[in-house]
């Protein structure tokens, strides 16, 4: 069950915070990650008609959350690049794992992984907070893959 409706996508981008490091890595665009995803997991990712002016919100087709789980990619623009991370990723830290943790507004967990410097992955299918099952697994080896190109 998707717990963050893709209209919260800009609510998420909004929010007031601080927190989150550089990130590193190379920046994407968000042609090269759906190729990516294509490429490696044969599925098509897209572009939300309803992301923010400063960012791309990229989506599975919802007949493959069975496969992910629910999530979003926020590809984030290089012009606020910092402000986007620091409210995406609030006051969290990132546990042994790298992975952000924060609430939703089911009261459910939201768990968020940066990949290169603009890329953030937000999966939303934690039945609680620091646990993740294969669905997350299988997404982030995707996402961790596209670093390595």
């Known amino acids: 069950m998707l717990r963050l409706p893709l209209l919260c996508a800009a609510t998420l981008l909004a929010l007031a915070g601080c927190g989150g490091d550089d990130g590193g890595g190379r920046t994407f665009t968000s042609q090269e990650v759906i190729r990516h995803v294509q490429d490696a ?3 098509l990712l897209a572009v939300s008609s309803e992301s923010p002016d400063d960012a791309d919100v990229l989506r599975l087709p919802e007949q493959l959350n069975e496969l992910y789980g629910g999530f979003e990619v926020y590809v984030l623009e290089e012009s606020t690049l910092d402000r986007n991370v620091e409210r995406l990723l609030d006051d969290a ?3 042994e794992r790298d992975i952000y943790w ?3 507004q089911d009261a459910g967990w939201i768990a968020l992984t940066r990949h ?3 890329v953030i992955l937000a999966w939303f299918d934690a039945p609680e907070r620091s646990q993740v099952n294969e669905r997350w697994e299988r997404l982030h080896s995707l996402m961790q ?3 390595e190109e």
């Open 145 to 147: 893959s596209l670093e």
């Open 41 to 43: 997991a044969g599925v």
């Open 93 to 95: 830290e990132p546990d």
């Open 116 to 118: 290169g410097a603009n």
């Open 102 to 104: 924060r609430r939703d």
